[in-house]
Structure formats: C-alpha cells, structure tokens
C-alpha cells in the first residue's frame, strides 16, 4: 500500500499558499498549514478549504523554534513547503531585522525542526527561495549557475535560506531544495506588489473610484508568471529522484509601464505616456468620456527603493527539460486579462456592498427595517 502524503505548509495564508493548498489536496494529501495569531482572524484566500476533511490549521510562527519542533513532530510531514516569509522587497528595507529573523533563521528552524524529530530520512522540504537572489543583475537571462548578487535586506536573508538549504542537502544527505521563483501574480497577489495594486486601480478608475494611480519605477522588468501554474512546479521539484535546485520563470520579460498599458486596456482605457522619470505620465487617449485626456497614472518616489533590482529575466530550461513543466501555460496576456477582470468584478460587488450598506444604516435609522 503507497504511504499516506503528508504535507506541512508554512505560509498557507499567503498567495502560493492558498493554491498550493488547492493542489495537493486534489493530489490526495492530507494538507497541515500553519497559521499565526493577528488581531483579525480574517484567512481570506483559504476560507473555501477550511471545514475540508484533509485540510487542518495550527497556530505556529516561524520565530518560534519551538511551536515549530511540536507542530513536526505532531504532523509528522513527508514533505513541507516553507513558503512564510515577510515577502515585501520594499518593506525589508523598513524592517529588515524581523525580515532576517523569519525569513533566514526561519528557514533554519525549519530543518533543526526536522531533525529534531528525526525525520530527515522520510521528509521532503521545499524552499521558497527566489530571483532577487540575482539582484543587481550579472547576467541575462539568468539560469540556475547565474552568480548571485543580493540587492535588498530581503534579498540578503533569502541567501541565507538557500545556502542553509545546499548546507544541510550536504551535510545530512537530506532531501531539500530551493525553487529560485521568478515574480508570479494571480488574483489573490498581495495589493500592494505592483501587478495587483495596477490591476485594482484600473478596475478602480474605470468604475470611478480612484483618480490616479501612483507609481515608481516604470523601467522595471520583470518575468512574470501565473501563480497557479508555478505551484505545480514546487511538488514536481520534490518529485525529483534528486533533491536539486531550479529556476522557476516564463522565459518573457516585460516593464512595469508596458503592465500598465495591458493592464488598463483590459480594463476600457488605453493610455499614452509623456515625460521621463518622475515627471513620465499615463495620460487616457479613449475609454469613459470623462476620463479622456486625464493624467491616470503619475509617479511617486515614495515607492522608489534604496537599491531597486531592475532587469530579471528568467531560463527555465532545466526546470522544461528535468521536470516536464510548461513555463509557458498561462500567457502574460492572459495573466494580466485574468487579473482585471478578477478586480473589475471585485470592485463592482464592492460598490453594491458599500450602497446596501448605506441603504441598511438609513432604512435602521428611519425605522423602515427594525
Ligand atoms: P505572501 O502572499 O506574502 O504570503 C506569505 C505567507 O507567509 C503568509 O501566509 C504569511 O502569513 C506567512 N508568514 C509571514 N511571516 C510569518 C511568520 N512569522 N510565521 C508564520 N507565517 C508567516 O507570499 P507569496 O507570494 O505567497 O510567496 C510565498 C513564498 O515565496 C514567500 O516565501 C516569498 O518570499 C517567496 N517568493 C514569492 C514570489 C512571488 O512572486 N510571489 C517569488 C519568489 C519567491 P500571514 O497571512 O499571517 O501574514
Ligand atoms: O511587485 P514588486 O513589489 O515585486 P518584487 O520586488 O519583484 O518582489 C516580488 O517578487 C520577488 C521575486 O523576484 C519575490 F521574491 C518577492 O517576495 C515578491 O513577491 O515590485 C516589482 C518591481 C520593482 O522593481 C519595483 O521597484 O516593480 C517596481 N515598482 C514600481 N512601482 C513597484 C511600484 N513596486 C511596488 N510594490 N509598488 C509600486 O508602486
């Protein structure tokens, strides 16, 4: 009889999480997540999973070596998937000590907690490292032996989960490995990376709701991916006869402005840009009459960073050829049309919830509903 899949996911909240939960339930795992205390008890990307036979949350934290050695030895994992991180490049350069703490020595709990339990013949671990790794960029496209040149306090501490990760590979003959993920987004990105705070506000502009959207560097390329399909690649790398590293990514890069441009297209408005740097402009040549001839997209250096990485572009080659995925599934097209029509329709329920809402309060204070 095949052993019963156990999988522990930290970060089961988060984006990855959420469809990292979907897959491996569909797979027939039993699925453990680790959640943490917040004064709002609000899991909005896996409240459809809670109440799921296979599904269970534990209260844990990655600053905390010993909630995690208990949770281990409770659950027993054949595989984890460290996923937790503080994940804002922007934000560890405002809080980079707690960023080091969880998302370096984290990774480092992690492992200690499996051997701890002495689990490190039978449990499989996934590393959510990543492209920043690559940083202030030596080389394009950038591949599995591109050199590494941390470029954020984010950055820094992934490091230290990757080499932790190669360390203990060698050193305890375990089976762990880092995916090097380039950018993935999806309807349930975070919203304030770039991708979902374009998409939002161009929902929120075509509906009204929003003048302008503030930007920083226009420049900026990126390989974007759809989250969905990169979680498949992170159980297919703990799949592998070898524990092995690889590089997760499309293959295309696109900027920051040419997102915008698709962005806001799909939403009925198409934008021409004027200026250079902080003086560059979205400015709308059609969509809503009202609109046209507006400044909808303007920049701000409150989101320009310390040290920006501004040129990633990935080759997923090895991960095409050893692992059989398609870095090529969802289009970067269908990525962003995904996305605006997710926030189109998420922003118009918004404005019928806020109007039932006011409707509510009158209809209570004049005595119409009791
Ligand atoms: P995300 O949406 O920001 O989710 C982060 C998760 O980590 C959340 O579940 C969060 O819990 C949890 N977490 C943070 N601090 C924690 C702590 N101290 N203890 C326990 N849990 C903690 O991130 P994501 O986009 O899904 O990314 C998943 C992982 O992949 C991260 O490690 C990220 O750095 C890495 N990565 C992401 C990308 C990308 O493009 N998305 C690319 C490369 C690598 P709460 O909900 O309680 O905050
Ligand atoms: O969307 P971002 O904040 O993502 P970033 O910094 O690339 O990090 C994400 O991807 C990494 C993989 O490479 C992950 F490891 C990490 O956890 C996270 O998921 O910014 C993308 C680019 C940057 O160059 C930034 O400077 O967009 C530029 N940008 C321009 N205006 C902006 C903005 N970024 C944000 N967040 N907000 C802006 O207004």
Known sequence: MEKKKVALITGVTGQDGSYLSEFLLAKGYEVHGIIRRSSVDYR???AH???????????????????????VGKVQPTEIYNLAAQSHVQVSFDAPEFTADVDAVGVLRILEAVRTNHLEKTCKIYQAST???????????QNEKTP???????AVAKLYGYWIIKEYREAYDMFCC??????????RRGETFVTRKITLAAARIAQGKQD??????????????YAKDYVECMWLILQH????????ATGVQHTVREFATLAFHYAGIELRWEGEG????????SGPANLVGKTLVAVSEAFYRPTDVVNLWGDPTKAKTELGWNPQTTSFEQLVQIMVNHDMQKVAADHVASVMRTNLAEYLEKGIVK
């Open 278 to 285: 902080i003086n560059e402009k979205g400015i709308c040549t």
């Open 178 to 187: 880092s995916g090097i993920l380039f950018n993935h987004e999806s309807e």
């Open 49 to 71: 999973l809670e109440g799921t036979p296979n599904f269970h949350l534990h209260y844990a934290d990655m600053g905390d070596s010993m909630s995690l050695v208990k949770l």
């Open 212 to 225: 302008c959207l503030y930007l920083g560097n226009l420049d900026s390329l990126r390989d974007w991916g």
């Open 131 to 141: 492209s920043e790794l690559y940083g202030k960029v030596e080389e394009v496209p």
């Open 148 to 154: 590494f040149h941390p470029y954020s306090p984010y």
């Open 44 to 46: 909005e990307r896996i």
């Open 241 to 248: 006869d070898t524990p092995e590293d690889f590089v997760i």
